[in-house]
Every structure is written in structure tokens, then in C-alpha cells.
């Protein structure tokens, strides 16, 4: 089931979105594939523990975290991927690997590759394995205030 508290921000805020369906797939590639959407245009979330703060990073599914990267930016060695087990009852309505980049909702702040800002829309897993919602960026963009990344 599609996380209710995004979908309802989305309806809330009367952002036009598209809901595709696909084959159960647990991994942002394979449900870009399932989806018949190229994989830099499918947006996966991953949860960064970032001096002892839950940080959300919002990078193409085809595409890897680069901690080094990352340790850059917020100036620290102290940071790594999230356990799940640390983040899972922070996303209640969301099944486990579904999570939507809006960590905003969540009490999260946000950083997204640049390389999703190019295109003008992007799809993300909205809350389940099975299906992803498709907005503009544009919209996505006034509705977090993501802070954007190299």
C-alpha cells in the first residue's frame, strides 16, 4: 500500500501525480526495470546516520552512495549507511526498502543528486514494493526544500 501520509501531502498541497504499478521488485533498479523507467529517472532513498542524526539521501537508482562524498560535505569521518532497524519505526506507513524521499514528513532533513534536478519529471517508490509515484521535480522541489548535492 502507498504511504496515506504522501499521498495525502501530495492531495493536501494539489500536486498532480501518476501512480505505476509494477511487478514486486527490492531493489530501486530492478523496480525501475518492473516499471519500464530508465533508472536515472527513478529516485531511491537511503538512510545516512550522520553524527548520531538520520540524514535522507535521494540519488538515481542507478547509481551507488558515495560516503566519501558524503564525509566531504558534512565535514566528518562520523557517518554511515543506517541500520534499518534504527529508521523502520521512524516510517511506520511505509513498507521496509519502500521508503518515498520525503523525509521532510518525517522529521528528516533532505539531500538529493543533482542529476534528478535535470529532468522534469521522476518517479520513487511511494511506501511499498509494488508501486511508484511519478510528480514534476518542480513539485517535489516547493514541497521538500531538498538541499541539493553534487
Do not use: W
Not at 73 to 102: M, Q, Y
Request: charged share 20%; with cysteine; hydrophobic share 40%.
Amino acid at each position: 500500500m502507498l504511504s496515506p501520509k504522501v499521498t495525502g501531502f501530495l492531495k493536501d498541497h494539489n500536486i498532480k501525480y501518476h501512480i505505476i504499478e509494477h511487478p514486486r521488485s527490492y531493489t530501486s533498479q530492478k523496480t525501475a526495470e518492473a516499471a519500464h523507467i530508465s533508472g536515472k529517472l527513478v529516485a531511491k532513498s537511503v538512510i545516512i546516520n550522520v553524527e548520531g542524526t538520520m540524514k535522507m539521501v535521494v540519488l538515481p537508482a542507478n547509481e551507488s552512495l558515495d560516503l566519501g562524498q558524503l564525509m566531504n560535505l558534512f565535514n566528518t569521518r562520523d557517518i554511515a549507511l543506517a541500520n534499518e532497524i534504527d529508521f523502520v519505526s521512524i516510517f511506520k506507513d511505509c513498507e521496509a526498502g519502500g521508503i518515498p524521499p520525503f523525509g521532510n514528513l518525517y522529521g528528516m532533513e533532505v539531500y538529493v543528486r543533482k542529476d534528478l534536478t535535470h529532468d522534469d519529471m521522476f518517479a520513487f517508490n511511494g511506501g511499498d514494493h509494488t508501486g511508484l509515484i511519478r510528480i514534476r521535480y518542480m513539485d517535489y522541489e516547493k514541497l521538500v526544500h531538498p538541499f541539493v548535492i553534487g
